[in-house]
């Protein structure tokens, strides 16, 4: 199947718009093995698709998980804590304090600490360009680092299932 084609059902798949047979073409062809370069980052994710679809739940699988979740709640008793009126009436006039001493913080601030942001306006177009890239680079890397720590997680949290499962 060409490079172009997969793409446009990809396209269809991530916006929900494709068709039960155009999803059955992207698994055979992300599950055959040959995949282009481009589109290896979806093969993973499709052969996780395929190993779920074979997984199969115990048929005393129901009974074991309310076991274990009546075993943990008579582990775990749950704490019930009553609040008086006086420790009510506390907690308010401490969230009164401290909105009093922000207010008074904040209206005796000299003119030139309120502007403390105005320092790093960019009057050169180019240069607003420039800290635009530089913030959109950084949130890249950050957002690929956070994918590898989901992908990462997703992987632990398929063997723990499958562990749970068996």
């Known amino acids: 199947?060409?490079?172009?084609?997969?793409?446009?059902?990809?396209?269809?798949?991530?916006?929900?718009?494709?068709?039960?047979?155009?999803?059955e073409t992207l698994r055979?062809?992300?599950?055959?093995g040959n995949?282009?370069?481009e589109?290896?980052?979806?093969?993973?994710?499709?052969?996780?698709?395929?190993e779920e679809q074979d997984v199969m739940v115990s048929d005393?699988?129901?009974?074991?998980?309310?076991?274990?979740?009546?075993?943990?709640?008579?582990?775990?008793?749950?704490?019930?804590?009553k609040l008086s009126w006086m420790t009510s009436i506390r907690a308010i006039a401490a969230?009164?304090?401290?909105?009093?001493?922000?207010?008074?913080?904040f209206q005796n601030l000299e003119p030139e600490e309120k502007d403390v942001?105005?320092?790093?306006?960019?009057?050169?177009?180019?240069?607003?360009?420039?800290?635009t890239k530089a913030a959109l680079a950084l949130l890249s890397g950050k957002m690929k680092k956070g994918s590898k720590k989901a992908t990462k997680g997703f992987s632990?949290?398929?063997s723990v299932t499958k562990k749970a499962l068996k």
């Open 156 to 158: 632990e949290m398929k």
């Open 60 to 81: 005393d699988f129901e009974k074991r998980l309310l076991l274990q979740i009546e075993e943990e709640q008579k582990v775990v008793p749950a704490k019930v804590r």
């Open 1 to 23: 199947m060409d490079y172009k084609n997969i793409n446009n059902l990809l396209e269809k798949y991530w916006e929900g718009e494709s068709s039960l047979q155009e999803e």
């Open 35 to 37: 995949v282009a370069p």
């Open 117 to 131: 942001w105005a320092k790093y306006e960019v009057e050169d177009e180019q240069a607003a360009i420039e800290a």
């Open 39 to 50: 589109l290896e980052q979806y093969q993973s994710l499709f052969q996780f698709f395929k």
């Open 28 to 32: 055979q062809y992300f599950n055959n």
């Open 95 to 105: 969230v009164g304090i401290i909105l009093m001493g922000a207010v008074f913080v």
